[in-house]
């Protein structure tokens, strides 16, 4: 027994470490009720007794409160918001705003495996000069100098149905909002439904910058295991029930970071729990174009009715471009009209005048074309290349550009991501990922940014300091 207390200790210590952390972060404001103490026990992987003693010392120093039949409850003063703030060392490498500002800043001289967009050299460049060349050769200056109408270019929005109808997703032009990005069109999504306190499910792991967004926005972060076709059904139900979530904000193709695609059958019993707990989808559908084959879609399913879908062209067109898209039912979109104005007053007409030209280019068709077979083959040469020196994939990817991918046993990613640093090299260690802490020993991998042998032997040597049976 006496053997057990030091490692009952450290359990305990880092269930209260977890929770302080999410209040500091705002993930957890007051009156925010906490996960049971037998969803913690499972999802922290830590006996029952154990979650006890952390919330009784949070409930002892006044940061939590037991209610009767109720559970427990925040009481700390809400954190002031601070999305720079300065964590600790070791926080810093997982933080979703430092993984994204590391691979910004200084590019031209950063290998950036870990950043979520492709090379320069891989985009579509002449498709984007000729549409520039032809705005400004033949537009009648509206483009250039005129605000855009409240939903967006009539034009663009007329595609964007077309294109949502090759998917069976059948929406009107006036259910489509166009926005400056898909980052933009979550931030509005998150405007017009969310108040500060509410709970918001996302997969776990999900794309790190749902997490930073959703921080700005004060609302609890619950996180829902992913598997290789979907959401885990069984916890799935569990959150929606206990967290009672307002939004459930998803990738369903090419799912980021996992490369997953969500399967019909866990679709459609997602939807029907999305109907029994009164929740909201977000579909985040941004890498469609990346796909070989469609793969099932929420929207397709439900119809627009309580799903929202956006995206945007960032990753196929060009990231300068910042142009999105949230297509909803017609009294959401109303709304979410007026928030638009409100907050920005119209679109950017130059940027939807350009992806409207390079969508109905015949050179961006070709430019797929060849795209899909080039992440192909860097996905073949990639998995080969790590798994030579002990990184697994989670699942090999069917499409798209990224691998989330197994660490050896015994190396932690954000460390790994840490000295990574010291070689002018960018990693998305897991965590960042993670809303429940639990992808430590994960990494994603842009196999777009993967060509060349300098990022392996790199990720050889210090993942051989890191580990060091493998020294041996």
Partial sequence: MDVLQPQEGTRVARIVGAIRHRIDRRQLTPGA?????RLMAETMKVSKSTVVEAYDRLAAEGVIRARAGAGFFVTAPLAPLALDMEPATRDRDIDPLLVLRQSLEDASRRIAPGCGWLPES????????????TIARTGDGAALFDYDAPLGLPALRRLLARRMADHDIMAAPAQILLTDSGTHALDLVCRYFLRPGDAVMVDDPCYFNFHAMLRAHQVRVVGVPYTPDGPDLDRFTALAAEARPRLYVTNSALHNPTGATLSPVTAHRVLKLA???DLIIVEDDIFADLEDAPAPRLATFDGLDRVIRIG???KTISASLRCGYIAARPDWIDGLVNLRVATGISGGRLAAEVTHMALTDSGYRRHLTALRPRLARAMTTTLRRLKAIGVTPWLEPTAGMF???RLPDGCDATDLARRALSHNIVLAPGNAFSANGAAGGFMRFNVSRMEGTEIYETLSGLIGR???ERAS
């Fill in 33 to 37: 009720r906490l996960p049971s103490i």
């Fill in 122 to 133: 891989w985009m579509p460049d002449d498709v984007v000069r000729r549409a520039l060349r």
């Fill in 275 to 277: 109907e029994a707990h």
């Fill in 312 to 314: 945007s062209f960032s």
């Fill in 403 to 405: 691998l989330w991918a």
């Fill in 466 to 468: 890191t580990v060091p």
